[in-house]
């Protein structure tokens, strides 16, 4: 991706949880400038990886495949002090999360609204890291449903689906909708060791720098 590319979602990403009433952390607007006159007081925000964190998993083509999210807080694995995550992520419409599943983390991805309609596509596991022709069997919002492979779950405004480790789930705006603003709350999130694409693909993408960083994304941290 080109980085003026970046610069461009990231500004939509902005007016958009403005338009939804979302408040971002302040570090979310902290400058390239202010990240080089950082002390080790910022080292959890570096070690934790928070931040912004924009991705076309190596497509070319973000609108059609990618992600733009923000982690507002997150653990570190085998750290016990602090054992969960939370996301906030912008949803295109037909714009595709592919299909991958997580070694441990268990999560919750809810459309946090006001409007826009999120689809989750489910498949189990099966032990070669394929999609198994099983059941699927998930919890939305607290009632238990038993889906066929390779099923659609429609997420509304308020709506939720958990997401247990070793479930394959890819997820997107519906088609003719707006964009979704959708959260996710889990287990400690490890993008280094935890993610398992069906698709052997990239989580993060790599940068043409044809302009200056608006922000840096949170894999992109000088160290103190």
């Known amino acids: 991706m080109k ?3 970046i610069n461009s979602y990231l500004d939509d990403a902005q007016s958009f949880f403005q338009r939804c009433g979302f408040q971002l952390p302040p570090f979310a607007f902290w400058t390239p400038a202010q990240w ?3 002390g080790p007081e910022g080292d959890e925000i570096r070690t934790h990886h928070l931040g912004w964190d924009v991705t076309d998993f190596g497509s070319g083509d973000f609108p059609r495949r990618g992600l733009l999210l923000f ?5 570190l694995p085998g750290d016990s002090s602090r054992p969960y995550c939370e996301k906030i992520m912008v949803v295109r419409e037909k714009q595709v999360t592919p299909f991958h599943f997580h070694f441990q983390k268990t ?3 809810i459309n946090r609204g006001p409007s826009g309609e999120l689809v ?3 498949y189990n596991s099966d032990p070669r890291g394929g999609f198994a022709d099983t059941p699927v069997s998930v919890v939305c919002d607290g ?3 038993t889906l066929k492979a390779g099923d ?3 997420l509304g405004p308020g709506e939720s689906i958990t997401l247990t480790s070793g479930l394959y789930h890819t997820f997107y705006g519906a088609a003719g909708g707006p964009t979704v603003l959708v959260g996710e709350v889990s287990s400690v999130n490890d993008d280094a060791r935890d993610n398992r694409f069906y698709e052997p693909l990239p989580r993060f993408t790599a940068i043409e720098e044809d302009a200056p960083p608006r922000y840096l994304l949170c894999n992109e941290y000088p160290t103190a």
């Open 36 to 38: 080089g006159e950082l």
């Open 143 to 145: 009632v238990r449903r």
């Open 3 to 5: 980085r003026s590319e």
């Open 152 to 154: 659609k779950v429609r």
């Open 120 to 122: 989750v596509e489910l």
């Open 71 to 75: 982690t507002i807080r997150n653990g």
């Open 107 to 109: 999560e919750d991805i």
